[in-house]
C-alpha cells in the first residue's frame, strides 16, 4: 500500500489559495474578502494539511457545541472568528463533525504580509498572539459582537470591490486594525466568561510544573518550557500565556520562572547542596543562568539568601 504523503501543501499567493479553494480570483493581489455570509459564495479548504503565505481570518457562522475546550463544548451560539498566520500548518480535525450549514459558508479575509508594508500595522500586527492560537481556540461571538465583526468585514470587502484609488489601502488596514482589536477585547471577555473552565486549566498547569520540580529525574528532563507545557494541556502556547496573564497577570514563562525560584528557595534553606549543585537538579546547564534568574528575581545572589539561614 502506499504510504500517504504527509508534507503539508503550500500556497505561496491568494490566486494558488484561492484556486485551490474553489473561491473566484482575488479582488486585489494581495487582499481580498469571501463573504459567504450574504452570498452564495463557498470557501472550502482542502482535506489535507495545508499551508498559507498570508493571513487568514474567517468568521463562521455555526460553530457552537462543535468546538471543544478540553472535554468541554463552547457555549455561544453566534459563530466565532479563527485566524491564522503565514507558515502556520492548517489541518482539518478529522473526529470533528460537520453540521448541516457549516461547510464553505463563512466571511474570510485573506490579506498577505506585503499588503502592510510600510504602515504601523506591519509591526504592530505581531502582538496579536490569536493568530498562533489553534483551531480549537476560536474566538466565540455574542449576538452584538457578531454584528460589530461582520459589519467590519463588509466595510472591507466594499472598499475592495467599489473603491480601489490611493486611500484604498489605508481605509482597508484601519478597518483591519479596528478588526483585530475588537478581536482582542472580545478574547479578554471570553477568559473571563470562561472563567472556571480556565481556572481549571491553571489548576492542571500548577500542578504540571509541581510534578516536574518534584520529579527526582528533574536534573535529566531539564527545565519546561511554555511549548511542552501548552502540549500537555491540549492547547497552544499563546492561548496558555493569554489565558494566564488574564487570571493572574503573569504568562506562562514568569509562572515557570516564579516555580524555580520557589523550589531554588526551598533547597538553598533546607539542604546542604552547593549553589552549582541546586542549579543542576533544577535543569539548568550551566550556573551562570541560574544565579543571574534568581538575582534578577530576588535582588540577591543564592549564596546571600542562603547566609540568611545560617
Do not use: W
Not at 470533528?96 to 509591526?123: N, T, W, Y
Not at 481556572?199 to 528533574?218: M, W, Y
Request: charged share 25%; glycine share 6%; aromatic share 10%.
Amino acid at each position: 500500500m502506499a504510504k500517504k504523503n504527509t508534507t503539508p501543501r503550500k500556497f505561496a499567493s491568494l490566486a494558488e489559495g484561492l484556486k485551490a479553494f474553489g473561491g473566484p480570483p482575488p479582488q486585489h493581489p494581495l487582499i481580498t474578502v469571501l463573504n459567504g455570509i450574504d452570498s452564495s459564495v463557498e470557501f472550502n479548504p482542502p482535506e489535507e494539511s495545508h499551508v498559507l503565505s498570508y493571513y487568514k481570518i474567517a468568521f463562521r457562522p455555526n460553530i457552537g457545541g462543535l468546538l471543544r475546550y478540553g472535554q468541554t463544548h463552547f457555549d455561544y451560539n453566534e459563530g466565532g472568528l479563527f485566524f491564522a498566520s503565514p507558515n502556520q500548518i492548517l489541518a482539518p480535525d478529522e473526529n470533528q463533525s460537520k453540521e448541516p450549514g457549516c461547510s464553505g459558508r463563512e466571511a474570510v479575509i485573506l490579506m498577505h504580509p506585503d499588503f502592510l508594508m510600510h504602515s504601523p500595522l506591519a509591526a504592530k500586527i505581531k502582538r496579536y498572539q490569536f493568530f498562533s492560537y489553534a483551531v480549537n481556540e476560536a474566538l466565540h461571538l455574542s449576538d452584538k459582537e457578531k454584528q460589530i465583526i461582520l459589519g467590519l468585514i463588509r466595510n472591507i470587502e466594499e472598499e475592495l470591490e467599489n473603491r480601489i484609488d490611493e486611500l484604498s489601502q489605508d481605509v482597508v488596514l484601519a478597518q483591519i486594525e479596528l478588526l483585530l482589536n475588537y478581536a482582542q477585547r472580545f478574547y479578554k471577555r471570553q477568559f473571563i466568561t470562561r472563567k472556571t473552565i480556565n481556572n481549571t486549566l491553571l489548576e492542571k498547569f500548577e500542578q504540571l510544573l509541581e510534578d516536574h520540580f518534584g520529579d527526582e529525574r528533574q536534573s535529566d528532563k531539564g527545565i519546561p518550557t511554555v511549548q511542552f507545557l501548552a502540549d500537555s494541556l491540549a492547547i497552544s502556547p499563546g492561548y496558555l500565556s493569554d489565558m494566564l496573564r488574564t487570571l493572574t497577570g503573569q504568562n506562562a514563562q514568569q509562572h515557570i520562572h516564579d516555580k524555580l525560584i520557589e523550589k531554588a528557595k526551598e533547597k538553598l534553606s533546607n539542604t546542604d547542596l552547593s549553589v552549582s549543585q541546586i542549579a543542576y537538579e533544577l535543569g539548568f546547564e550551566h550556573l551562570q543562568s541560574f544565579s543571574k534568574l534568581f538575582k534578577n528575581k530576588t535582588s540577591q545572589t543564592p549564596l546571600k539568601f542562603r547566609a540568611r539561614f545560617n
